[in-house]
């Protein structure tokens, strides 16, 4: 509140950078960073140049949720980013960032990115909070050649997530992603851009136990709660390494007016090791594909986004089988079978129009999106499917009163469970892990209402510097998820 | 942001420092006028900031920061004559003179100075002396972004990026392949720190828990003779380091492996943080430089903070240290001499904590804490003479007192495995013992008080000789070391390791140690022609003072003749550039004396249970036990020499620099503790002799009949029994920054191969499956073979640091390769050559023994595979760290090791040795903050 | 107009791939067929088998499959691919010099990989006997907790059973524990198990051979410590009462005046208190003393660590025609492999279900009982299979 007072005052002598915050509170904008995020279009990105240093505070819960990843996480997170064009043929971004959190209840997975890594996670029906920390940074660079802007970017993140209680995982992992680009104006109005981007993945999975007297089964999942019994007990060191890779064509106007496209693919390859074992025991492939298409225009008031977007995911998961031969290379492997599916299908559509330079800024948005989903286990026979709906709408409004800047948005949102499948008769009801799937089939097919709503406001600081304070909230009916967000930042 | 004890300390040091201030400001007050200006940028004409302005009148300095629009003020200065210019790496201006006797603006044009990037280092460098000496500046260190002293090596050649290892022991090892958990210690107790010219003095630590406590927590953590523990030295108050890994001059001594000089910031600085975060730790460090004007005097100040822990998982083993340090440097000058007197104050501890984890299921009754606290007070007076034609050109006192109280507090939950009968007879002899009680805490401390004591005089005299320059160094050096604690102290009822066999012993019953040194050593600079020649030749006496006639050590003189010669070529011209060829060599002894405890160890104590009568009825129970005393000493210990040789060339060209190092250094008399074996006579009495069923008062231990026994008994004695050969070739390039990015290509690395061996016969007992009549330990064999391996490898870094100040960015990315490590281990056939039987003669052991049942069991087995070299093939590793800079006054830095690996598996024996996975990046970031 | 054929070229290429998107897929995992020879022992003659149960346990899964056979000709089996442990038990009717016999009959082999479309495979028989003089009762390895949750070993113990007709006599009884581990899988070289046990330690009964009787139906208790545990841990019971105690390692003996301590052979009995190490019970040849089974029976065995390098290790064999009884222990989680040939115990008891499990103290092995007599005389079950024979993580007897 006092640099919210210092600020009043401050703000009524100098001018805030209006431009920047304006184009930094538009939900056209939000649209359209995703449809200029190659590096070679960069250049467009944005039309203003900024950097900033911003700590923020988050907190969710929820009462339904994916038992491996937690019931809710508190965040702790700083944040510094550029966007700058140093020279007339140059883009230059970057950021770093340290978040410090603590996730809520996370069991039967004592494993890191459980995104990037599932179903192949170690297990055991313990669990609890987690803290986890994360060191960032990536930074890439654009430059124009002739009729080309030719882009680069490389990123690395590193993870480490830890309980310092029985059961205690500490697992590290690291993404390194490279992107290289080149786009080329194809008319007056309108470029096309070939993305290749690359990355590198590795995790460190150890638990441990302190108890002098012992510890619970563990165990490494195979998908839908199956795994293998020889390779359950003791082995509590796994490894993960990846390799992805990817390729993207965009289409887009440069002056935010016209038709844009995208499409793209990508692979994505995972292996898991444990120690003594020679063999990964498990592999992951995904391949992704996804494309997009929409119109923007963005006139002196008025603003306008209309996109179609739609992806399929194919993950497959094959698995070993192995035999010990009590040599010096001990277990062996003897056989390996694609045991278990996931396949994703989404499509989503969305449109924002804003009218800005009156009274007030406002804008509206309209959603709707469906997701088809469906996971398989063989040997036992499993599965998990389901599909869901999605509507809704959405308003920010903007004002300027005296030296701040104002933005309020809210959305409304409903949820709807079309179709679900959930069959693993080979569970005993007495099991964890019977429980488990129950509840994450309830977390997955549930339906409902969502809410949300947020305020920002904009201030000048001292010289060059401004700042902002922002607040966001959401619940979910079906899910009873709350969520709360506040961010403090600087800006220059 | 910060806690309220932070804000207090915080108070506190700005209060102390303006006590400096004050009086100084007073005087200055007399002549005064302003002096300030304003920088401009000769490329856009626009003011420039955050540059470091200096004024320098005659000694005195006076520093300022350029603000916004290149505006810098020094305040009120003292009038006279002033030389105004500008430090920093990327910009250059010319000296301008000012005469100030009243307020007086200044201009300077500054332009961009990429060549004096040509001096920035983000590496060691190879120093031009007489010796291979890598030398480590601050903003190398800046760029490392260590935790402690430890994280420096990786910049040696050989040397690699380590994780830190913040809760146990950190051993240095120069020049080493291997890196053997015992019996070796002597690498890192053989190399001498040095901070500002006086010793860090390990001599009298004792502070070992070992063999009081079952598993002993202090295992990882122990330091005693083993040397210096580098986690407990701070980087943030060194401006320098050099590490000398060839043949230091004579003047150093008491070392065999290497030299580590510690040279700490003096001088104004501004006021410097920094924070730096990474997986398992956080550090604080703040310091700062005052000048006191008028006085020809600086203060230094610096205080930091690192709190660690062993793992993320475990918040209950856990590394905190805490570095205070004041030092204040005053100098006087007049026409024939400068007079420079420093002085230092500093204050370390270090906890060592580990607490029961309260998972693990029962009261959190065990406690492990391992407290240093130092503090040392070191003064010293140089004297210059400046008259031309002295004879002595320099002398100098410094002496140093450092005291530590070292205390370890232990507590422990002892529950009896079963009934156990406990052994603390503290003579020799029959006694009768008791049972222990089932379970109980017990508590036990070691209180260590180590005192040293240092004092070092030196003269410098310059002559000529015909055409040779003389510079002779004579000296002096005194250390006493004593150890004033109370050693183990603990309730010898209720012991930490009840079936263990130790006995307290007080640290200051032990004897002090006086170790006197003298050098002298002359350095003769010559030319013929256009080679020049410059030779040092010395000699270094040491001598343990008032030790006890039985010890071979005492009284006599050990010797070490240093001599290292370089020879300079005329510069060799091709092309445009000038070939400089450097070549030099040297040899040397090193001699390390014995720490206290290896002088004077712990008595070793073997008890015996000769009685063991569990009766039903408590008070019928009975037990006796045999206690045995051995003093452990061994008196025909001798310090441990090296002997080192080495040849160097270094060749420059274009400001690429080539330096190259051939060692060898050969040691057989290391320190490791040997096993010695007694026979031993001791009772068995037999339960049966005595009614059980129907007694009716206790029996007394006479009343059982018994039967004499003997059998091999070990303990271990210190001996000169470690040989460490060490051979290689250390190498460093480094190019010359490349102009327009601004980059520098730094290769270095070493090919290191080191022959660990034992140098004494062994002797081991048969194994104790062995039971002959009923009896164990009967015979001891003797065994000549050699019990070590060779260990080599062959590594190279290479480094790209580039500067992009436009960005205000700074990018090191480091490639660190080991081509290949190699064991192989000294071949043997596992057969001894002698036996003892428990007669206590030797018998040669013959084709007959190996036909005996019980001998045979002597006789390992071993096969050829053993003893195959084993090469472990590529070891290959990425690192990368980022500095961020924000208008100078901030800097946010990451880094990560091991952003990649490539380890690729390898076949030995036909089995796959799997390297690949399971390594981990370990990665951190850090701000600093300058104002 | 360039840019909307672009734009339809795109749509066009996306289009196709999303219309094919989400088909669910038949997912099969890999078989092979099975060819099974039994080899019934050398030397009966009209071998004819039947009633024989085939159970293949896969370890990866855990799935057993069963099949039946009657007759000597072998089912077709079809398994997935894996790795498995092969059980066999039935009946068998034989001639031997012409004299006919109606036995029981077993194969027993560990590890077998069953993967590349067909297996071939042969499982020797053997018949076994189940009448068995003295058995292991039971056996308390694990020890007990104390109120502070710390260990506590001193009243760990084994019980000896007769389980025949007749009086048997314990003088000479050699009780030896397993040098190697049934949680680590090894190639030893050479591999002795066919004929011989490799004992770590090993423990004698001593007597001139009548000195300790054991009549039908009873038992003696071999105790660490022969001592009132409870003194130590009140978590723990009296073991005054034992008839023998064992001589442990000088810091953790004592000795009870009034209870005969056993022989130490080699090392010092201290029981593995994981379980994961078996024990045997047997006895000497007439006339072999203990001095000379031990330079008789002294042999180096080796195997290759996992960096490479061999490993020697002196040791002894107890042959297995000296072995009365034995027990296989493990843990589930990390079980690998028997220590004994499966003549001798085909299966394996526990105590705690994973590594370090803090649920097995105060837990001990106890023989199930088969059948008790009219006079009161209980005859435990002992068919050589510690799985079926054994009541796994049972309360001790001796436990109050």
């Avoid at chain 1, 002098?212 to 089964?217: K, Q, S, T, V």
């Avoid at chain 2, 629009?69 to 990327?90: D, E, H, N, Q, W």
């Avoid at chain 2, 998982?313 to 006087?332: G, L, Q």
Wanted: hydrophobic share 35%.
């Amino acid at each position: 509140m006092a640099i919210l007072g210092a600020a009043l005052t401050a703000g009524a002598q100098d001018s805030m950078p209006v431009r920047l915050i304006r184009e930094q509170t538009s939900p056209v904008v939000f649209l359209r960073d995703e449809v200029y995020a190659s590096p070679a279009l960069k250049v467009y990105q944005r039309e203003n140049t900024w950097s900033r240093l911003s700590a923020s505070f988050r907190h969710s819960d929820q009462e339904l949720y994916l038992q491996q990843e937690g019931s809710g996480r508190q965040t702790f997170n700083v944040h510094s980013e550029t966007y700058l064009k140093p020279g007339p043929k140059a883009t230059v971004w970057g950021q770093a960032y340290y978040s410090n959190e603590e996730l809520y209840k996370v069991k039967f997975n004592e494993t890191a990115d459980y995104q990037l890594v599932y179903p192949y996670v170690m297990a055991d029906s313990v669990g609890g909070d987690l803290k986890s920390e994360t060191y960032a940074f990536a930074g890439g660079l654009a430059k124009a050649v002739g009729a080309y802007q030719l882009g680069f970017q490389a990123g690395f993140k590193g993870l480490q997530t830890y309980r310092d209680r029985d059961p205690r995982p500490e697992n590290i992992s690291s993404v390194i992603s490279l992107g290289l680009s080149a786009s080329r104006k194809v008319t007056e109005r309108y470029t096309l851009a070939l993305d290749l981007s690359g990355l590198k993945y590795g995790q460190n999975n150890k638990l441990d136990f302190v108890s002098e007297l012992g510890y619970p089964l563990v165990y490494h999942e195979a998908g839908l709660g199956a795994y293998n019994e020889f390779l359950a007990g003791a082995r509590t060191k796994a490894s993960f390494q990846g390799l992805g890779y990817g390729v993207a064509l965009n289409f887009v106007p440069v002056q935010y007016k016209g038709w844009f496209a995208r499409a793209g693919y990508n692979h994505l390859n995972i292996g898991k090791r444990l120690t003594d074992i020679i063999d990964d025991i498990s592999v992951i492939h995904e391949n992704t594909l996804n494309g997009a298409v929409g119109y923007m225009f963005d006139a002196d008031r008025r603003h306008f986004i209309a996109e179609l977007r739609a992806a399929t995911v194919k993950r497959e998961g094959i698995e070993a089988r192995f035999i010990n031969t009590g040599g010096a290379n001990g277990v062996q492997k003897i056989a390996e079978d694609v045991r278990y599916v996931h396949d994703v299908a989404t499509f989503r559509f969305r449109t924002v129009y804003g009218r800005s330079g009156g009274a007030i800024d406002w804008f509206a948005g309209l959603e709707a999106g469906y997701e088809d989903n469906a996971q398989q286990y063989v040997m036992p026979n499993r599965e998990l499917s389901y599909s869901q709906m999605l509507i809704g709408a959405d308003i920010t409004a903007r004002k300027q009163l005296g030296g701040i800047m104002l933005s309020l948005n809210a959305k409304a949102q409903r949820q709807e469970n079309l179709e679900s499948t959930g069959r693993w008769n080979d569970v005993s009801p007495q099991r964890a892990i019977f429980t488990m799937l129950n509840s994450n089939f309830a977390y997955l097919t549930a339906s409902g209402m969502n809410y949300g709503g947020g305020l920002r406001a904009d201030f000048r600081l001292t010289g060059k510097v401004s700042c902002f304070i922002s607040a966001d909230a959401a619940y979910h009916s079906g899910i009873e998820r709350k969520d709360l967000r506040v961010t403090t930042a600087f800006q220059f | 942001m910060f806690s309220n004890s932070k804000r207090h300390s915080i108070h506190l040091f700005f209060t102390l420092s303006l006590l400096f201030i004050a009086p100084a400001y007073t005087i200055a007050q007399q002549t005064r006028g302003v002096l300030s200006g304003r920088l401009w940028d000769k490329e856009n004409g626009r003011g420039a900031d955050s540059i470091l302005v200096i004024a320098q009148k005659d000694s005195l300095q006076f520093r300022a920061y350029s603000a916004n629009g290149g505006r810098f003020s020094f305040g009120p200065l003292p009038s006279g004559t002033y030389k105004v210019s500008i430090a920093g790496m990327l910009f250059k201006a010319p000296v301008k003179t000012v005469h100030l006797h009243k307020d007086q603006q200044v201009e300077l044009t500054v332009e961009k100075a990429l060549q004096t990037l040509q001096e920035v280092f983000i590496t060691a460098s190879e120093a031009r002396g007489m010796t291979s000496t890598s030398v480590i500046d601050r903003r190398a260190m800046q760029h490392l972004q260590p935790s402690s002293f430890t994280d420096l090596l990786e910049l040696l050649p050989g040397g690699r990026s380590k994780d830190p290892s913040l809760t146990s022991m950190n051993r240095i090892r120069l020049r080493e392949a291997g890196a053997p958990e015992t019996d070796y210690d002597i690498s890192s107790l053989g190399t001498a720190f040095l901070v500002d010219g006086a010793p860090i003095n390990t001599t009298a630590n004792l502070q070992s828990s070992s063999v009081y406590i079952a598993s002993d927590p202090n295992q990882y953590r122990n330091t005693t003779n083993r040397g210096v523990d580098m986690r407990t030295l701070s980087t943030d108050d060194i401006e320098k380091v050099e590490i000398v890994r060839g043949i230091p001059s004579v003047e150093y001594g008491d070392l065999t492996s290497g030299l580590i000089k510690i040279e700490r910031k003096k001088g104004y600085t501004p006021f410097t943080a920094r924070m730096k975060t990474d997986g398992f730790s956080k550090l604080f460090a703040l310091g700062k430089g005052f000048n006191v004007p008028g006085q020809d005097m600086s203060v230094n100040v610096d205080l930091g903070f690192l709190d660690s822990k062993s793992k993320p998982t475990d918040n209950f083993t856990n590394y905190k240290r805490i570095n205070s340090s004041i030092r204040a440097e005053k100098r006087w000058e007049n026409s024939y001499r400068r007079l420079k007197w420093s002085g230092s104050f500093d204050y370390a501890t270090t906890v060592d904590n580990q607490r029961t984890d309260p998972d693990n299921g029962y009261a959190p009754v065990d406690k492990f804490r391992s407290r240093f606290n130092r503090y040392v007070f070191n003064t010293s007076l140089k004297n210059e003479v400046t008259r031309l034609g002295a004879l002595v050109k320099s002398w100098e006192v410094n002496t140093q007192v450092d005291y530590q109280r070292d205390r370890m507090d232990v507590t422990k939950w002892v529950q009896a495995r079963s009934a156990t009968i406990l052994a603390n007879a503290l003579t020799e002899g029959e006694h009768d013992a008791t049972f222990i009680t089932p379970s109980y805490a017990a508590e036990l401390l070691v209180d260590g008080r180590p005192l040293n004591a240092f004092l070092k005089a030196k003269m410098n005299l310059g002559f000529r000789t015909s055409a040779i320059t003389h510079d002779v160094k004579l000296g002096l050096e005194t250390n006493y070391s004593k150890n004033f604690g109370k050693g183990q102290i603990y309730d010898l009822t209720y012991p930490m390791n009840p079936t263990g066999s130790a006995r307290p012993r007080a640290f200051d019953t032990i004897p002090g140690m006086l170790n006197q040194s003298f050098f002298a050593e002359d350095m003769m600079t010559f030319n013929v022609g256009r080679h020049k020649v410059a030779t040092a030749a010395g000699l270094r006496g040491m001598s343990l003072l008032a030790m006890d006639r039985q010890y071979a050590i005492a009284n006599k003189i050990y010797l070490d003749p240093r001599i290292n010669t370089r020879w300079t070529l005329p510069g060799i011209r091709t092309g445009q550039h000038t070939l400089m060829v450097t070549l030099g060599a040297g040899f040397g002894l090193h001699t390390k004396m014995p720490t206290l405890d290896m002088l004077y160890p712990n008595p070793k104590y073997t008890d015996i249970v000769q009685l063991n009568f569990y009766h039903n009825n408590p008070d019928y129970r009975k037990a006796n036990v045999a206690t045995y005393v051995a003093d452990g000493i061994n008196y025909h210990l001798k310090p441990a020499v090296n002997r080192k040789l080495e040849f160097n060339g270094d060749f420059e060209l274009n400001g690429n620099r080539l330096s190259l190092t051939y060692f060898h250094e050969k040691l057989t008399s290391g320190f490791r503790s040997a096993s010695r074996y007694r026979v031993l006579d001791y009772k068995i009495y037999d339960n049966a002799s005595v009614d059980a069923p129907n007694l009716t008062a206790p029996p007394a231990t006479s009343d059982f009949d018994y039967r004499d026994a003997r059998q091999f008994f070990s303990y271990s004695v210190t001996a000169n029994g470690s040989a460490l050969i060490k051979e290689g070739i250390e190498f460093q390039f480094v190019s010359r920054r490349l102009t327009g990015i601004n980059t520098r290509f730094t290769v270095n690395g070493a090919w290191f191969k080191t022959n660990y061996v034992n140098s004494f016969p062994l002797y081991k007992g048969i194994s104790s499956n062995v039971i002959i009549d009923g009896k164990q330990s009967q015979y001891i064999g003797v065994y000549d073979y050699q019990d070590g391996a060779y260990r080599g490898q062959l590594n190279t870094n290479l480094t790209v640091d580039s500067y992009l100040p436009v960005l205000g960015l700074t990018v090191s990315a480091s490639l660190q390769n080991i081509w290949f490590r190699m064991e192989q281990y000294h071949y043997n056939n596992g057969t001894p050559v002698q036996y003892m039987g428990i007669d206590g003669i030797l018998h040669p052991y013959t084709k007959e023994s190996l036909e005996d049942p019980n001998l045979v069991w002597l006789k390992e087995t071993t096969s050829g595979i053993l003893f195959q070299k084993r090469l472990v093939p590529i070891d290959l590793q990425g690192n990368v760290k980022v500095t961020k800079e924000f208008k100078k006054k901030a800097a946010v830095s990451m880094f990560v090791n091991r952003l990649f690996t490539y380890t690729p598996d390898y076949v030995f024996n036909n089995t796959i040795n799997r390297r690949s996975g399971f390594s981990s990046p370990y990665f951190g970031m850090e701000l600093n903050l300058n104002f | 107009m360039r840019q909307i054929k672009l734009l339809l070229c795109i749509l066009a290429v996306t289009g196709t791939v999303f219309t094919t998107a989400c088909k669910k897929d038949g997912l099969t995992i890999r078989q092979s067929a099975v060819g099974l020879t039994l080899t019934p022992p050398a030397g009966l003659q009209n071998v004819r088998t039947s009633n024989v149960v085939l159970v293949f346990k896969e370890s990866n899964s855990g799935v057993d499959s069963t099949f039946h056979m009657n007759g000597n000709t072998p089912p077709a089996i079809t398994l997935p691919d894996g790795s498995y442990e092969v059980t066999l038990e039935g009946d068998v009717e034989y001639e031997l010099d012409d004299v006919k016999y109606s036995r029981k009959i077993r194969g027993h082999k560990q590890g077998v990989a069953v993967s590349g479309g067909t297996v071939t495979l042969d499982i020797p028989l053997f018949l076994y006997d189940e009448t068995a003089g003295l058995v292991f009762k039971e056996i308390f390895f694990t020890g007990t907790v104390t109120p502070e949750g710390k260990q506590y070993n001193g009243d760990k113990y084994f019980i000896i059973y007769n389980n025949s007709e007749d009086t048997l006599y314990a003088d000479g009884l050699v009780i030896a524990e397993a040098a190697f581990l049934s949680t680590t899988k090894r190639e030893y070289d050479p591999n002795v198990m066919p004929e011989a046990f490799t004992p770590g330690a090993m423990v004698m009964i001593p007597g001139k051979g009548t000195e300790h009787p054991i009549y039908p139906g009873k038992q003696i208790v071999v105790a660490n410590n022969a001592i009132n545990h409870k003194e130590y841990n009140p978590n723990s019971f009296d073991l005054r009462k034992s008839e023998l105690e064992l001589t442990l390692l000088g810091s953790i003996n004592v000795d009870n005046p009034e209870v005969p301590d056993l022989v130490n052979m080699n090392g010092f009995m201290t029981m593995h208190n994981r379980g994961f190490k078996s024990y045997i019970v047997g006895r000497l040849p007439e006339g072999t003393t203990i001095d000379k089974y031990k330079e008789e029976n002294k042999y180096t065995y080796s195997y290759i660590q996992t960096n490479g390098t061999p490993r020697y290790v002196d040791g002894y064999k107890f042959p297995n025609s000296w072995i009365i009884d034995a027990v296989n222990l493990s843990v589930p989680a990390v079980f690998e492999w028997i220590l004994t040939a499966p003549e001798l115990d085909m299966g394996w008891t526990y105590c705690g279900k994973v590594d370090s499990d803090d649920g097995r103290y105060g837990k001990s092995v106890r023989r199930a009982v088969l059948s008790t007599n009219p006079d009161g005389r209980v005859i435990l079950k002992d068919t050589n299979n510690s799985t079926k024979d054994f009541e796994a993580e049972a309360k001790p007897s001796l436990m109050q």
